[in-house]
């Protein structure tokens, strides 16, 4: 059927997942991208369907694209006792290293709430001032991410996930 399962101490069958969904990483650990994104989505400084994991089959880590906007990242600036540097010039932040330290932390801490293991912590992030929707081809009318579209659009920021071997 292309679910994924795993037995429960019970017996009885949990479906996590679907194959498609599933990527290996270089230490042969599958990650549940969908299952992630989820948890990850749940960040206050993530637009809705703004997440996606990014799994490279050469490195024992994950990173991922995320999403968001001038006023989460206003909040964030806010709760996090960071300067927000002002709407005209907002963009700037999301290159700042020291403040995709403080996202990567947030969103870590996110997914350590969640109960999630080590291995499904983000290790490197990038964030983008975009929209997923259907109409600019990133999201299917059903709402899923188009992986492809995502690897193709944001090459460069993918490349950058995984240069430093974090």
Do not use: H
Request: hydrophobic share 40%; aromatic share 8%; with cysteine.
């Amino acid at each position: 059927t292309g679910d994924v399962g795993q037995f429960a101490p019970d017996g009885s069958l949990k479906i996590i997942g679907r194959v498609k969904a599933l990527a290996k990483n270089c230490l042969g650990e599958y990650i549940a991208m969908e299952a992630l994104e989820a948890i990850y989505a749940l960040n206050p400084l993530v637009q809705p369907n703004g997440v996606c994991m990014i799994v490279n089959p050469a490195m024992p880590y994950i990173g991922a694209i995320v999403c968001t906007d001038e006023g989460k990242v206003r909040a964030f600036c806010r709760d996090s006792g960071r300067q927000f540097p002002g709407s005209e010039n907002w963009q700037c932040m999301l290159e700042d290293e020291e403040f995709k330290k403080q996202a990567l932390a947030s969103l870590v801490k996110t997914a350590k709430e969640n109960n999630r293991k080590p291995m499904e912590f983000l290790k490197s992030v990038a964030l983008v001032a975009d929209v997923w929707t259907p109409e600019n081809n990133i999201l299917t009318a059903a709402q899923k991410l188009k992986r492809r579209e995502v690897d193709v659009r944001y090459a460069a920021e993918i490349k950058q996930l995984f240069a430093k071997g974090a």
